[in-house]
Each structure stands twice: as C-alpha cells, then as structure tokens.
C-alpha cells in the first residue's frame, strides 16, 4: 500500500500586503496554488512566494509562513520605503509647476508628477481631450491623419513598403512624398526628409534633377553654350531671337528676313514704293546661277505668290563683315495647266463613257431577246396538237321532219 500525503501552505499577512504561492507540485507547469497533492513520502517539492505590497504602511510589518500541520515557519520582516529621497520635500532638485511638465505637474526624481486633470509625459494633455497634444494648433486631424494618439503621443502607421516611413511629432512627414524626376524620388540624386528632397553635392533643384556643373553646356569651342545662351539645370537656354541648337551653334538664318528685299529689287523693280522695297537697303546681284561657294553661304529659296514661281538667292559676309546678296536671274516656275484640253478630255471622256454603257445594254438586250425567241421555238418544235368536236361549233346542214308530211 502506498502512502500519499498533502503539502499546504498557510499565511498571517496583514491587509496591506498580498501574498501569492507558485509551484509545479509533481511536474507539469507553473501554476498559482498554495497547496500540492498525491506526494509520496521521501518526494522533494519546491514552492515560490510572491509578495507585493499594495499600500504604503504606516508602521514596519511583519508576518509568516508556514506548512498545514509542521511546527515550523518562517517569519518576513517588512520595512517599506514609499518614497524615494528625490520625492521628499526639500530635495533641491524637485521642480514644483515645472515647465518640464508644461506647467502642469511637478518634476521630480527625472519625470513628472501630473496634477489632477493633466496626463501624459509631461502632462501634454487634458484628460478631458486626450488627443490634443496629437494635433498641430493649425489642424483638427489627429496625427496628421496618419497614426494614432497614445497618451499624448503620436504613434505612427507603417507602410506597406518597409523603406516608406512615416515620422515626425504629429507624424507629419514621410521620405517618400518629395518631387520625383524619371520616376525616381529626387530623382534618385537625393534623399527625401520630411516631403523635401535633400539633393547631394552635385545636383540640386526641388527633384534634384539639376546638375550643379556646367559640364553638359560646353559647346565644341569651350565656351559655355557657344557664349550665345546661359546654362540653367544643365541645358542651354539661348538667346531670344538669335542662336538655337543644343549648345546654341547654330547661327540664325536671314533667308525670311530678305526675302522681300531681294523679291522686290531682283523680280519687281517697278515696286519701290512697296514695304519690302522701303526696307532694304542692301545691295542684289542678279547672277545667271547661285551655289554654295562655301560653308560661310547661305543658300534660299522662296515662292513667288504672284505667279507661283520659285526664286533662289544666296547670302554671305565678306571680309568687311558686310552683307552680300546673290539673286538667280531666272525663276523656276511650273509648266501652264492645258485649261482647253482637260475641259475637252473631261466633256470627250464623259460622252465616251454613256456610249459605251448604251451599246453595253443594247448587247445585252439583243442576247437576252435571242435567247427567248430559241427557246420559244424549241417549245413550239415540241407541243403535238390533238383533233377535238368544239362543243360551241355547229355545222352548216340540217334537217327538219315534217309532221304533215307521211310517207307513202
């Protein structure tokens, strides 16, 4: 027969403290009892005690604990310190209404101690309306409308993308907002705080687009865009009116600003009254052919409204960097429009056209009539006609007996 006996375990604490026992009895878990069963005799069970205190005494304290049935048991002694040096009045650092504690709370022992009403860390926030301290004094919207208020501090949502984050005191800013260039965030030359790109040491602008060099403006002479233009973000910007072209090299064309002089002095002399004419003041030659002659010449060509010609001219500077004109004697013009022939193409095509569709229909009526006339025919070749008495027809003879009449 197998002896089995019960361990309990028993206190005297007063109402200020609170006593709790812990054990595993046989084995298995943890769990909160003060007492184990089925012990076999010689078995070893441990017990945990958990004491708190759960008022500041007035006095020192003092209790046991002790095992149900053995004279034995152990005496605690409690002496309680409810304060700590930095709480008790006269300590030099304790700051009464301290501005740590936005005036409403006092700050000792490194924190503060909120008046009644006042909550928070530094007692930021009435308890009244906890999630005022979570609003900017510009806005109605908690954390900036992206993350929640915990005690007078802004907690903010995370993204669905790690790198997003989500920042500041009312979670305000972000690193993925900023201006973007070639679908990059600041154009991948930077990184974004708080909605603003931050560009690095060679670029710069709201996207970080803009290089800070002037490298990309130098045209083939050295000179920043030709010295015809200014270099903004890394592209030339050329003068009004004058040079274009990538790094502004290409000089500007007079074709469409001569074109009346030389229209009016080569091809309309009678015209000097005319505005082209009262313009100019440069000097045409008339020459049987214009040609490039080099790189300096400029070749044009225009058409003449009037009588739908083309004119050619040249221009070029000489060595006294004054204007020369060159005008093609001879203007390209288109060969006449043969008005008469196509009015009578156009009448012989028509007339050509009807005839050919009347006989088209005449033949095709004389076909269609033939083919009638065969087959009538062949029906006619094949019907056999059968004698018949015509019921209406009545021969020219008869006869009429006489009653009178007897025969003797």
């Known amino acids: 027969m197998n002896i089995t006996s019960k361990i309990e375990f028993v206190h005297e604490a007063p109402k200020e403290i609170d006593v709790k026992f812990y054990s595993k009895c046989r084995g ?22 958990q004491i708190t205190l759960k008022s500041c005494p007035d006095n020192y304290l003092q209790f046991s604990i002790k095992p149900v049935g053995i004279s034995e048991e152990l005496v605690v002694h409690v002496e309680a310190v409810c304060k700590c040096d930095c709480e008790l009045d006269g300590d030099s650092e304790r700051e009464m209404n301290s501005s740590k504690c936005n005036s409403h709370g006092d700050h ?39 993350g929640t208020c915990d ?17 500041g005191k ?14 990059l965030i600041c154009g991948g030359n930077g990184k974004c ?22 490298s990309a403006c130098n045209a083939s002479n050295g000179l920043i865009c030709n010295g015809q233009g200014d270099c903004k973000c890394g592209k030339c910007i050329c003068h009004a009116t004058l040079y274009t072209g990538e790094h502004c090299q290409t000089c500007p064309s007079l074709c469409a600003e001569m074109r009346d002089c030389v229209q009016c002095k080569a091809f309309r002399p009678g015209e000097s009254d005319s505005d082209g004419c009262k313009k100019c003041q440069e000097q045409v030659i008339l020459v049987d052919d214009v040609k490039e002659a080099g ?26 960097q004054q204007l020369v004109l060159k005008a093609q004697r001879t203007k390209h013009c288109p060969p006449p429009v043969p008005v008469l022939a196509i009015v009578l193409g156009s009448v012989l095509g028509v007339l050509a056209i009807g005839l050919a569709m009347l006989l088209t229909w005449r033949l095709v009526a004389t076909i269609r009539d033939r ?38």
């Open 28 to 49: 298995g878990s943890r769990k909160e009892t003060s007492s184990c069963d089925g012990l076999n005799i010689g078995e070893k069970v441990e017990f945990e005690t």
């Open 108 to 146: 000792e022992c490194g924190q503060c101690t909120c008046h009644e009403g006042r909550d928070g860390r530094n007692c930021q926030f009435d308890t009244k309306d906890p999630d005022a301290p979570c609003r900017p004094l510009d806005s109605t919207m908690v954390c900036s409308g992206r």
């Open 151 to 167: 005690r007078g501090d802004c907690k903010c949502s995370s993204r669905g993308n790690p790198e997003e984050k989500v920042s």
């Open 170 to 183: 009312f979670c305000e800013c972000d690193n993925f907002s900023c201006s973007r260039f070639g679908g």
């Open 193 to 214: 705080e708080c909605g603003k790109c931050e560009c690095e040491s060679d670029y710069m602008g709201d996207d970080c687009s803009c290089p800070t060099s002037n």
């Open 295 to 320: 790189p300096q010449t400029q070749m044009c060509r225009f058409n003449d409204k009037k009588d739908d010609c083309t004119f050619f001219f040249t221009y070029e500077y000489d060595t006294n």
């Open 371 to 408: 083919r009638e006339f065969e087959k009538f025919m062949k029906e006619r070749a094949a019907a056999r006609w059968d004698k018949e008495v015509n019921p209406l027809y009545k021969g020219p003879a008869a006869t009429f007996s006489n009653p009178n009449f007897l025969s003797r």
